[in-house]
């Protein structure tokens, strides 16, 4: 089975820190996401990562990086949380190729800004 | 480029009953389309795709939707409610090619009545 995983199910953080979150898949999956889920919002794309060290900006990338040097592994980065940033923040992976495009989720990590 | 729009953010049926939640989809290229569950507390779970071929794709836990391009719909169905199916059901599009972003709905609360 395809496992995500994501480095903590809970933070909290004061404002104005460095936060990083992080995300390993062990499939070989080539892209990688991360989504911000808040209530009727949906999951809104923040980053995504095609390859090793290239990444597009979602739909609300502002106030937010990411980092992939290793293909299994993709960070997510606030670099001076603020308290807008308090939301449930979820990692997907999926493979390249023409029928087996689905992502693959990890349980997601709740962030909390105080 | 891809969006999902998904009517009603909150659909209530009795137990036993039709199961339909609608999502219309907009891309620039043929899509693929996904509908995924959430259950409470958990990550999301892919329930059904639509890549290419037949148009009317089956599921898990006895969802089917069907991709109508006409009407840019890719609609859930369900003849029979059960208490279990309980959650919030996110549609969602990607491009087709190896490199695409997946694109989210708002997503549709179902609520089951007995």
């Known amino acids: 089975d395809v496992k995500v995983t994501q480095s903590s199910r809970y933070l909290v953080k004061r404002t104005g820190e460095k936060v990083f979150l992080e995300c390993v898949q062990d499939m070989d999956h080539e892209n990688m996401f991360w989504y911000r889920q808040d209530p009727g919002l949906g999951l809104r794309l923040i980053y995504f990562s095609y390859d090793v060290k290239m990444k597009e900006k979602g739909d609300i990338p502002e106030g937010y990086s990411v980092s992939r040097e290793k293909k299994e592994r993709f960070s997510l980065i606030l670099e001076s949380a603020s308290t807008n940033q308090t939301s449930m923040y979820l990692c997907?992976?999926?493979?390249?190729?023409?029928?087996?495009?689905?992502?693959?989720f990890g349980q997601g990590t709740r962030l909390t800004v105080v | 480029a891809q969006s999902v729009t998904q009517l009603g953010s909150h659909v209530s049926v009795s137990e036993g009953a039709l199961v339909l939640l609608r999502c219309n989809y907009s891309?620039?290229?043929?899509?693929?389309l996904f509908w995924y569950v959430q259950y409470p507390n958990q990550g999301l779970q892919l329930l059904l795709k639509y890549t290419t071929g037949a148009t009317l794709v089956k599921g898990i836990n006895g969802f089917e939707a069907e991709f109508k391009k006409s009407e840019t719909s890719f609609h859930l169905t369900k003849p029979s409610a059960h208490m279990s199916d309980a959650a919030e059901y996110f549609c969602a599009v990607s491009g087709g090619s190896s490199a695409s972003k997946i694109i989210f709905g708002s997503g549709t609360r179902l609520s089951i009545r007995p």
């Open positions: 997907a992976s999926s493979f390249w190729g023409t029928l087996n495009t689905e992502a693959f």
């Open positions: 891309s620039s290229v043929p899509p693929y």
